[in-house]
């Protein structure tokens, strides 16, 4: 049973013990007042459940509704003969609850159907990425139906990972309720695996190297860099492939801190999954595994290397050394040099209420923020701006429009186009070909406030949704660069949530259409978005390696201060 479950019952049968006695005192002391507790009992029925009501807990509603009856008598023997005959009935709580194996059963299967279902009947991207829904049902069906079965909380987020997975969509995720929190973190760190002291990255070369190497590996000359040309007998990216959870869509979340601790990703855009594609084979092993890696004078040699710990907690810490940001807050300035300044933006939200307007103009006041602070920058000699977009959430389209307009060269600039709401259908519109009803253009206004002054965008595959959006609109100016070692994420479709008891399902419902009205920047069947074309590349070379995890540098920003110099 659940110690909430069992510390109200005990509570509620000690109630009514309390009645027991007061029916006593109140045959001794006449006061109409003391009939008032006999109502304290269904009143702690009502409150002692920590996650609703369930059948198996019958036998302490009945029990608190009997002992409820003494309020309506005024005979000592009869309120004494209610109270003991509910503490019996409710003491048979714990028998039925530890005998029946649906007590506190979730709905996973049910929650499943209606999930699915919703996401069907409204998933914008259906025929733009050729998905079949019933293959879907078909392959996941029989897993959730299991899942019902044996209540296990792991294997549904697990199988909901997988299946967000399916669809490439950055838009596309399930977070479990809290709840099942513990479940949901422990089934990630288990399918990751063990930790070796390393993890593996796909280098630009196409080679894989060692990345975040623990000291205790230098006895066998691995190093931040050494290059790995094979994981237990293959290819560190083909055993990458043999994870539980490669491809799946999933969130290892620390709700105390309020914080992701780590995401994983089926990265809507091939080239991004090629760049993390060795991430995951540096935990696939069992007590030992055997890696063959080129020693110092070039020849290959294979070690034996022993577990460790646990792989979720290195693998954590590689990606944060990957895709740290400026360490500030979300729109806060950092200046780097006499002539160089950042703008970090973590997320396209505002305040509230322009994050609820769809007009440019609520977000004026953020406008007046950062004019003020560019020219008080300018008055000091800043002449150019990085602007860090790095693991950006993404948010309101229209605070993109507000920032990019500021740096803009001036003059009418495209946007994005709305999709055209049938109100009759209750759906997005379609032509006779089955394609999406072009609406209203947004555009923007551009201030060049630079005044010939330089601008570079500093992305990774974690900048989705809106900060896809302004990755686009910025590498499309001629006074702009965006560089990463990737492109963006390649998701900008508008979001709708689902939420059951179980969990909460987020997916793309709402079109945004490019000029021509083909859906903007989402990857197709062929997972190219149509993002990024304009990223320059940094290669992810040893240099890279050396900086980011012998130097503790932030080497994307290094890179953007050079290209400025």
Same mark, same amino acid.
């Given at each position: 049973?659940?110690?909430?479950?069992?510390?109200?019952?005990?509570?509620?049968?000690?109630?009514?013990?309390?009645?027991?006695?007061?029916?006593?005192?109140?045959?001794?002391?006449?006061?109409?007042?003391?009939?008032?507790?006999?109502?304290?009992?269904?009143?702690?029925?009502?409150?002692? *459940?920590?996650?609703?009501?369930?059948?198996?807990?019958?036998?302490?509603?009945?029990?608190?509704?009997? !002992?409820?009856?003494?309020?309506?008598?005024?005979?000592?023997?009869?309120?004494?003969?209610?109270?003991?005959?509910?503490?019996?009935?409710?003491?048979?709580?714990?028998?039925?609850?530890?005998?029946?194996?649906?007590?506190?059963?979730?709905?996973?299967? #049910?929650?499943?159907?209606?999930?699915?279902?919703?996401?069907?009947?409204?998933?914008?991207?259906?025929?733009?990425?050729?998905?079949?829904?019933?293959?879907?049902?078909?392959?996941?069906?029989?897993?959730?139906?299991?899942?019902?079965?044996?209540?296990?909380?792991?294997?549904?987020?697990?199988?909901?990972? !997988?299946?967000?997975?399916?669809?490439?969509?950055?838009?596309?995720?399930?977070?479990?309720?809290?709840?099942?929190?513990?479940?949901?973190?422990?089934? @990630?760190?288990?399918?990751?695996?063990?930790?070796?002291?390393?993890?593996?990255?796909?280098?630009?070369?196409?080679?894989?190297?060692?990345?975040?190497?623990?000291?205790?590996?230098?006895?066998?000359?691995?190093?931040?860099? *050494?290059?790995?040309?094979?994981?237990?007998?293959?290819?560190? /990216?083909?055993?990458?492939?043999?994870?539980?959870?490669?491809?799946?869509?999933?969130?290892?979340?620390?709700?105390?801190?309020?914080? @992701?601790?780590?995401?994983?990703?089926?990265?809507?855009? @091939?080239?991004?999954?090629?760049?993390?594609?060795?991430?995951?084979?540096?935990?696939?092993?069992?007590?030992?595994?055997?890696?063959?890696?080129?020693?110092?004078?070039?020849?290959?040699? *294979?070690?034996?290397?022993?577990?460790? #710990?646990?792989?979720?907690?290195?693998?954590?810490?590689?990606?944060?050394?990957?895709?740290?940001?400026?360490?500030?807050?979300?729109?806060?300035?950092?200046?780097?040099?006499?002539?160089?300044?950042?703008?970090?933006?973590?997320?396209?939200?505002?305040?509230?209420?322009? $994050?609820?307007?769809?007009?440019?103009?609520? $977000?004026?006041?953020?406008?007046?923020?950062?004019?003020?602070?560019?020219?008080?920058?300018?008055?000091?000699?800043?002449?150019?701006?990085?602007?860090?977009?790095?693991?950006?959430?993404?948010?309101?389209?229209?605070?993109?429009?507000?920032?990019?307009?500021?740096?803009?060269?001036?003059?009418?600039?495209?946007?994005?186009?709305?999709?055209?709401?049938?109100?009759?259908?209750?759906?997005? !519109?379609?032509?006779?070909?089955?394609? $999406?009803?072009? #609406?209203?253009?947004? *555009?923007?206004?551009?201030?060049?406030?630079?005044?010939?002054?330089?601008?570079?965008? @500093?992305?990774?595959?974690?900048?989705?949704?809106?900060?896809?959006?302004?990755?686009?609109?910025?590498?499309?100016?001629?006074?702009?660069?965006?560089?990463?070692?990737?492109?963006?994420?390649?998701?900008?479709?508008?979001?709708?949530?689902?939420?059951?008891?179980?969990?909460?399902?987020?997916?793309?419902?709402?079109?945004?259409?490019?000029? /021509?009205?083909?859906?903007?920047?989402?990857?197709?069947?062929?997972?190219?978005?149509?993002?990024?074309?304009?990223?320059?590349?940094?290669?992810?070379?040893?240099?890279?390696?050396?900086?980011?995890?012998?130097?503790?540098? /932030?080497?994307?920003?290094?890179?953007?201060?050079?290209?400025?110099?």
């Amino acid at each position: 049973m659940d110690t909430i479950d069992i510390i109200a019952v005990a509570v509620c049968i000690a109630a009514c013990g309390g009645l027991w006695w007061l029916a006593e005192h109140a045959e001794r002391v006449k006061s109409p007042k003391w009939k008032m507790f006999w109502l304290c009992v269904p009143v702690l029925a009502l409150l002692i *459940t920590k996650y609703g009501p369930d059948w198996s807990l019958l036998p302490l509603y009945i029990g608190s509704v009997i !002992a409820m009856i003494g309020f309506f008598t005024a005979a000592k023997k009869s309120k004494q003969f209610l109270a003991a005959a509910g503490a019996v009935c409710m003491l048979l709580t714990y028998p039925v609850c530890l005998l029946n194996p649906y007590y506190r059963a979730k709905d996973y299967y #049910g929650d499943f159907k209606k999930l699915f279902g919703c996401m069907r009947g409204h998933y914008v991207l259906t025929e733009h990425k050729n998905i079949d829904w019933d293959a879907l049902y078909d392959k996941y069906e029989p897993q959730f139906r299991e899942i019902q079965h044996d209540q296990d909380a792991a294997a549904n987020a697990l199988t909901w990972g !997988a299946l967000c997975g399916e669809f490439h969509d950055g838009h596309v995720s399930y977070n479990c309720s809290i709840r099942d929190i513990k479940a949901n973190n422990k089934a @990630i760190a288990d399918a990751l695996g063990n930790d070796y002291g390393l993890s593996v990255m796909r280098c630009t070369d196409g080679s894989f190297a060692a990345v975040n190497v623990d000291e205790s590996l230098a006895k066998y000359g691995i190093r931040n860099g *050494t290059v790995i040309t094979s994981w237990d007998g293959k290819s560190p /990216d083909e055993v990458s492939k043999s994870s539980p959870i490669y491809g799946s869509s999933l969130m290892n979340v620390n709700y105390s801190e309020n914080k @992701i601790v780590l995401r994983l990703e089926a990265f809507p855009d @091939i080239d991004n999954e090629i760049f993390y594609s060795g991430l995951l084979c540096a935990g696939i092993g069992g007590d030992s595994v055997d890696v063959s890696c080129m020693d110092e004078n070039g020849s290959e040699q *294979t070690v034996t290397l022993t577990k460790i #710990g646990d792989y979720i907690d290195r693998l954590s810490e590689t990606m944060d050394i990957l895709h740290k940001g400026v360490n500030i807050g979300n729109l806060q300035w950092k200046k780097l040099s006499d002539s160089v300044a950042c703008l970090r933006i973590k997320g396209m939200s505002y305040d509230t209420k322009s $994050y609820n307007s769809s007009d440019d103009e609520a $977000y004026s006041e953020m406008k007046d923020e950062i004019r003020s602070t560019i020219l008080k920058y300018q008055s000091e000699g800043v002449k150019d701006v990085i602007i860090d977009l790095r693991d950006n959430n993404g948010g309101s389209p229209h605070m993109v429009n507000g920032i990019v307009s500021m740096f803009a060269p001036k003059g009418d600039h495209y946007c994005c186009t709305n999709g055209v709401w049938d109100e009759k259908k209750q759906c997005w !519109a379609v032509d006779e070909n089955g394609n $999406y009803v072009k #609406g209203e253009e947004i *555009t923007f206004k551009g201030e060049d406030i630079l005044d010939g002054g330089r601008v570079i965008v @500093i992305v990774n595959a974690n900048s989705v949704s809106a900060a896809d959006m302004m990755t686009k609109e910025m590498e499309s100016m001629d006074n702009a660069r965006v560089i990463g070692f990737t492109g963006p994420n390649g998701s900008s479709q508008a979001i709708g949530v689902k939420r059951v008891s179980t969990g909460l399902l987020s997916f793309s419902n709402c079109v945004v259409l490019d000029k /021509d009205g083909s859906i903007m920047i989402d990857s197709g069947a062929d997972r190219q978005s149509s993002n990024g074309d304009g990223v320059e590349i940094i290669p992810f070379d040893n240099d890279a390696i050396r900086g980011l995890f012998d130097e503790g540098n /932030d080497y994307l920003l290094e890179k953007a201060i050079e290209m400025l110099s």
